[in-house]
């Protein structure tokens, strides 16, 4: 829990980075993925669901994975298996 809790996988396409996922996690109960980023050219190309992917090969089936999604995403995270969350809590940061 202290020694490594970051967890950060990239994917590389001829040896230039194309997308990148950012988590946080305790690897026992819960992964908070703070960051999932796609190059907007390869955006629809499974690249963020292979981030994803690699990421809870990483964590384990026991450890919830966890996120915010920007305002144009919504839509993403329900298609490729994540379930809305109804008791979740935010005190937004200020601009």
Aim: proline share 3%.
């Amino acid at each position: 829990m202290f020694a490594a809790p970051s967890l950060v996988i990239s994917a590389w396409e001829d040896g230039r980075l194309v997308g990148l996922s950012r988590s946080l996690t305790d690897y026992a109960y819960c992964c908070y993925l703070s960051d999932l980023a796609v190059d907007k050219a390869l955006q629809g190309r499974g690249v963020g669901k292979e981030l994803i992917r690699r990421t809870q090969a990483v964590i384990g089936e026991e450890v919830a994975l966890i996120l915010l999604s920007a305002p144009n995403a919504m839509s993403y995270y329900p298609a490729i298996g994540f379930q809305r969350a109804e008791n979740a809590f935010v005190i937004r940061r200020k601009r």
